[in-house]
């Protein structure tokens, strides 16, 4: 009887949501994408400067 009472709930619960709308997902897809590209490249210069730090370094 629980899981009839819970299948019930759930089903209104979904009719709450508010999903967002496509807009605005291309536009947090793009802001993901954009902080993404960002650390990626922001990790490679600053793993390259400690490479080259340590090759320095170590001779």
Do not use: C, Y
């Not at 990790?43 to 170590?58: E, N, S």
């Amino acid at each position: 009887m629980h899981l009839i009472q819970f299948s019930k709930n759930v089903v209104k619960e979904m009719h709450r949501i508010v999903w967002p709308t496509a807009k605005e997902n291309r536009r947090d897809t793009a802001v993901v994408l954009s902080i993404t590209i960002f650390f990626v490249l922001f990790f490679a210069l600053f793993d390259w400067l400690i490479q080259m730090g340590l090759l320095a370094f170590v001779g």
